[in-house]
């Protein structure tokens, strides 16, 4: 009969006990952030097949539309140290997996953004709360919309709320450009289409005037906005 080590058995079996261990990685604000970034390949239609909540189309533009605008939380205004333009700076107030304990969360419809400023919408607040639970991973995505979609509430609404109005969907908006309704965006545009048309495609000879300032938008929303006002700005 074989006689095993028992100083051998306790060490093989420590080893199996600590291989076999695994815990979820929680982001503590004040951690190094690490790489984190996924790529996600969308379905038709314009949400992935996981139905992961997309950083760089989802969540970025409105973190940097509602609260990281000029005179905000940009890089040149910076208010109370807080700057919400990039994933690694929002982050510092995000904790992976607990919407509760994001400090930068937890602020959105009671002190941030400012009562006279333009508010997220419930949907945006969920779409943020959702992107937590699953993570706050850095996703970014390219395709995320279908283009035959181009119709006013199909579509392009919903493209202006989360990219623009943050800064221009409060009267009289930024610059005097308000993007809040139907008749007043399609009466800008129409005014302005050149301007507008490069300032979306980030071609404005004016940096300053290439929105959104946070990053272009992926092309696929940029084709549906083109789309709209080359058909007459379909409702």
Not at 20 to 49: L, W, Y
Not at 91 to 104: C, F
Not at 127 to 155: P, R
């Amino acid at each position: 009969m074989k006689i095993i080590n028992p100083p051998f058995v306790i060490i093989f079996t420590a080893f199996v006990f600590f291989v076999s261990c695994k815990h979820d990685i929680i982001n503590d604000p004040n951690d190094k952030i690490a790489d984190t970034t996924k790529v996600v390949t969308p379905s038709i239609g314009g949400t992935t097949s996981s139905d992961t909540v997309c950083f760089n189309t989802e969540i970025l533009p409105l973190f940097s539309s509602y609260c990281g605008s000029s005179g905000c939380h940009d890089l040149n205004s910076h208010e109370d140290g807080v700057v919400l333009t990039d994933y690694t700076r929002i982050m510092k107030g995000i904790r992976a997996k607990l919407p509760n304990n994001s400090k930068y969360f937890t602020v959105i419809g009671k002190d941030m953004p400012p009562k006279n400023s333009p508010q997220m919408s419930a949907a945006n607040i969920a779409t943020i709360k959702k992107w937590i639970e699953q993570g706050a991973l850095n996703t970014q995505c390219a395709n995320v919309c279908d283009t035959t979609v181009f119709t006013y509430i199909g579509s392009i609404k919903t493209i202006f709320e989360n990219n623009c109005n943050g800064c221009h969907g409060l009267r009289p908006g930024t610059a005097n450009i308000y993007l809040g309704d139907y008749a007043s965006t399609k009466s800008y545009i129409t005014a302005n289409k050149t301007l507008f048309l490069n300032s979306i495609n980030h071609t404005a000879t004016t940096l300053s005037k290439n929105m959104p300032q946070s990053g272009k938008m992926v092309q696929c929303k940029i084709t549906q906005i083109e789309k709209w006002i080359n058909n007459g700005y379909p409702q």
